[in-house]
């Protein structure tokens, strides 16, 4: 089985530095904000996530973990209590995952920073391509990341 590392730099595109400075600019100071990724499944969220964790020197929630095959989550109680935790300490998070933004309302938290991560003519998986259109449509995203990547594992 053939495998790539996936933070092999000449997999991402040229504006990823970018990303990171826009996205601490975008934040401001260091507080209990929540920066949520978003975007269809396979696209590359949780690398992104990874990475931008590893540069801003933060955790990483992947929400995609919970995800039941209706749309919904399993354990939101587990999801609420760790996100509450860290912004009541006045610390900030990631939170990833196909549906983040609907996820972090249903536990009633909203991101300061939405980031949709995309890719030309990536449509996702079918099990959840109808119910991503529907989200793309009820939540806006801040920035749009394109990568021109694929990612092997």
């Given amino acids: 089985m053939s495998s790539t590392f996936p933070l092999n730099n000449s997999e991402f595109p040229d504006g990823l530095e970018s990303l990171v400075n826009q996205t601490w600019t975008s934040l401001g100071s260091w507080r209990g904000w929540i920066l949520a990724i978003d975007g269809r499944d396979g696209i590359g969220k949780?690398?992104?996530a990874r990475y931008l964790a590893y540069r801003l020197n933060m955790p990483?929630?992947?929400t995609?973990?919970?995800l039941?095959?209706?749309g919904t989550f399993d354990h939101n109680d587990c999801?609420?209590?760790?996100?509450?935790?860290?912004h009541d300490r006045n610390n900030p998070t990631i939170v990833e995952g196909i549906f983040a933004a609907k996820t972090l309302e249903k536990i009633g938290l909203e991101a300061d920073l939405l980031i949709r991560c995309s890719r030309k003519d990536e449509?996702?998986?079918?099990e959840w391509r109808d119910d991503f259109i529907r989200y793309e449509d009820n939540y806006e995203p801040d920035l749009i990341f394109c990568l021109g990547h694929s990612?092997?594992?």
Avoid at 79 to 86: E, G, H, Y
Avoid at 123 to 126: E, F, I, V, Y
């Fill in 68 to 70: 039941l095959g209706d």
């Fill in 123 to 126: 449509l996702g998986n079918d």
């Fill in 151 to 153: 990612l092997q594992v």
């Fill in 64 to 66: 995609d973990n919970f």
């Fill in 79 to 86: 999801l609420n209590l760790t996100f509450r935790k860290r």
């Fill in 60 to 62: 990483v929630s992947e």
């Fill in 46 to 48: 949780s690398v992104l």
